[in-house]
């Protein structure tokens, strides 16, 4: 059985104590510690790496999402997880561009948090389904992909280059590259990565 470290950013004592409570008895989990500030985050990680982050988007010295991009740029092997009461789509998205593999409202269940650290520490992502509804019904009634940039979509995902979709679609380099970009623009996505977990979030792929 793997066995998970998991880490918590927080700055409130009870919701730290909340969720170490729902995971202390599980046999797959082991409790790694919690911070309450970004400092104190960056210290501890300095030193040793869990494997899965619980991070608060709200923290007294650094957003939550720009904490989440210095780590994942300093420690690309951690995965985060957003943890917040926000399920607002701004916030959400942000989290992904930063790289975080997942975002899970303060109000989850036991179930719905091990669900989340379980498939995130195997590299997957998990979005709540609160906030997946979010993504869905902010987005998928205005955000419209053409056939074309559907297929481009498939094959990025299936990890393939610019010059292997164009001769996969008897296509130009060229205009692949411009369906990328305008696929990043539409689903305001930073980068590859960031465009496959908001794509699968909305139901594009």
């Known amino acids: 059985m793997m066995v998970t470290k998991v880490f918590i950013v927080d700055d409130h004592y009870m919701v730290i104590e909340g969720i170490r409570s729902l995971l202390q008895n599980e046999k797959n989990i082991e409790w790694a510690g919690h911070a309450s500030n970004a400092a104190s985050c960056l210290a501890y990680l300095h030193q040793q790496q869990p494997d899965v982050i619980l991070m608060d988007i709200n923290l007294p010295d650094k957003s939550g999402i720009d904490l989440c991009k210095e780590v994942k740029e300093k420690y690309p092997s951690v995965f985060i997880i957003g943890l917040s009461t926000f399920n607002q789509l701004s916030f959400i998205q942000k989290m992904i561009d930063n790289g975080a593999s997942g975002y899970v409202l303060k109000n989850a269940t036991q179930q719905e948090l091990m669900e989340a650290i379980e498939t995130v520490a195997t590299g997957k992502t998990y979005l709540s389904f609160e906030v997946s509804q979010t993504?869905?019904?902010?987005?998928?009634?205005?955000?419209?992909?053409?056939?074309?940039e559907k297929e481009v979509l498939n094959l990025?995902?299936?990890?393939?280059?610019?010059?292997?979709?164009?001769?996969?679609?008897?296509?130009?380099?060229?205009?692949?590259?411009?369906?990328?970009?305008?696929?990043?623009?539409?689903?305001?996505?930073?980068?590859?990565?960031?465009?496959?977990?908001?794509?699968?979030?909305?139901?594009h792929l």
């Not at 993504?135 to 955000?143: H, I, P």
């Open 135 to 148: 993504l869905r019904n902010t987005n998928n009634s205005t955000v419209v992909l053409t056939r074309r």
């Open 156 to 203: 990025i995902a299936e990890g393939m280059t610019n010059n292997e979709i164009a001769k996969k679609l008897f296509i130009s380099t060229t205009t692949v590259d411009t369906h990328r970009k305008n696929l990043l623009e539409k689903l305001n996505a930073r980068n590859t990565a960031a465009l496959i977990k908001l794509s699968i979030a909305q139901g």
